[in-house]
């Protein structure tokens, strides 16, 4: 008997409280590679705090992702390991698998998933590289409709891999710095009004702070999560008291 969706995968992917913002041309080209052209192993990559995890969650939670698995989608954050060696472990534990003594834990997950049609979500993977990748490449060569999802800050070099570089969001152009409308449309100012609104309702892009909001973006280089922490300093620094904070930060260093 097929084992359900909740009962084969404990670890579904959680779903985020905020909406992915300036995301669509990557989500568009990652759901062609898994949907499309059903590349066994798909890499996100990209340095920390680019949004590589955010990105894997919308793809992961997508209805027409989660309908193209028929035994659903498994997360597996690996962030937290610090033993390499707990890789297979962590993955066995996200599938559903109970462990036998008589049977290797890769080679028991291998034949857990061997009939299954799933995703399988691989979060933060860059730290215990080179047991993912062995895993990986056991999995790939034994279960073909298994897929992977993986991100990273450097590819697992597995055969079959597709490599998505995940960039940092477009700046806003120097030429319209204190142009409100311009600046509205820029993804990284969109993501930064977004997030001080929700610690702050009232706040709002206006010709008194566009410029400071684009100038921050543009020294943050347009780092999501860089642009989300500072957002989040909105509710007890002004706009112009956060840029002034940086820029005295950057001359001291």
Do not use: Y
């Not at 969650?57 to 707990?86: E, I, K, Q, R, S």
């Amino acid at each position: 008997m097929t084992a359900s969706n909740s009962e084969l995968l404990p670890n579904s992917p959680p779903i985020p409280r905020t909406r992915l913002i300036g995301r669509e041309p990557d989500r568009s080209t990652a759901g062609t590679l898994l949907l499309d052209e059903a590349v066994p192993l798909l890499t996100l990559i990209g340095p920390g705090g680019v949004g590589k995890t955010r990105l894997a969650l919308a793809l992961a939670l997508a209805a027409d992702v989660t309908a193209h698995f028929a035994d659903g989608v498994a997360w597996v954050d690996l962030a937290p390991l610090m033993d390499p060696a707990l890789v297979p472990t962590t993955v066995a534990r996200a599938v559903g698998l109970v462990p036998t003594a008589d049977t290797p834990l890769t080679e028991g997950i291998s034949r857990h998933l061997r009939s299954r049609q799933m995703l399988l979500l691989l979060d933060n993977c860059e730290h215990v590289l080179a047991d993912v990748a062995s895993l990986v490449a056991t999995v790939l060569a034994s279960c073909p409709a298994v897929q992977v999802l993986a991100t990273s800050r450097a590819p697992l070099r597995v055969q079959g891999e597709q490599e998505l570089l995940v960039e940092p969001l477009p700046l806003p152009a120097e030429t319209a710095l204190t142009n409100v409308e311009a600046l509205g449309s820029n993804e990284a100012v969109r993501l930064f009004v977004e997030r001080a609104r929700a610690v702050d309702a009232t706040f709002s892009l206006s010709d008194r702070n566009a410029a400071a909001v684009a100038e921050i973006c543009l020294r943050l280089d347009g780092v999501p999560l860089a642009i989300e922490l500072a957002a989040a300093r909105t509710k007890i620094l002004s706009t112009e008291a956060l840029l002034a904070q940086m820029t005295d930060r950057l001359d001291l260093l």
